[in-house]
């Protein structure tokens, strides 16, 4: 048994795990926050990925352990206050999403790749970089269009950051 310290969407937590916990199972399990989903465990759906340091990780790759010290955001962390984060609108408003499960893996994938690619995103490259985010209900066609309204968006808002 290991002792984990993490902070998670902003709060700082602590316990007590077996040392082959994953990063998703203790975010789910130990601290009940099931935004961040299972579904493969062998790092080929996507569904589970969270920021760890601020880059998306699947947590299903990652030992609780290994994440100790670090600072973790997941889909319940991602909105500032009642409003939701611009990614999460661009999702709703563009119809990304049906059943919803791949979904918060989308969209911690998604706000990743706007940060990486400051310069902006088309097409090519967000269908390229969902590569490992697999999705069995809308085609993609909507999520891509959710993900490139939302760089847009994103980088409007850091632009107006900047100049103020």
Request: glycine content about 10%.
């Amino acid at each position: 048994m290991s002792e984990v310290s993490l902070a998670v969407n902003g709060r700082t937590v602590t316990g007590t795990v077996e040392d082959r916990t994953l990063l998703v199972h203790f975010l789910r399990e130990n601290l009940g926050l099931t935004g961040t989903h299972v579904g493969c465990d062998t790092s080929q759906c996507g569904a589970c990925v969270v920021h760890v340091d601020g880059k998306a990780v699947k947590s299903c790759t990652m030992l609780a352990v290994q994440a100790s010290g670090s600072t973790i955001t997941t889909i319940e962390g991602l909105a500032d206050g009642a409003d939701l984060h611009p990614m999460q609108a661009a999702f709703r408003e563009h119809h990304g999403l049906q059943c919803g499960f791949c979904t918060p893996g989308m969209i911690m994938t998604a706000t990743d790749m706007v940060r990486r690619h400051p310069e902006g995103l088309d097409e090519a490259t967000v269908r390229a970089e969902l590569e490992g985010n697999i999705c069995r209900c809308t085609g993609y066609h909507n999520i891509v269009k959710a993900i490139l309204a939302a760089s847009q968006t994103m980088q409007k808002a850091d632009g107006a950051a900047q100049a103020a």
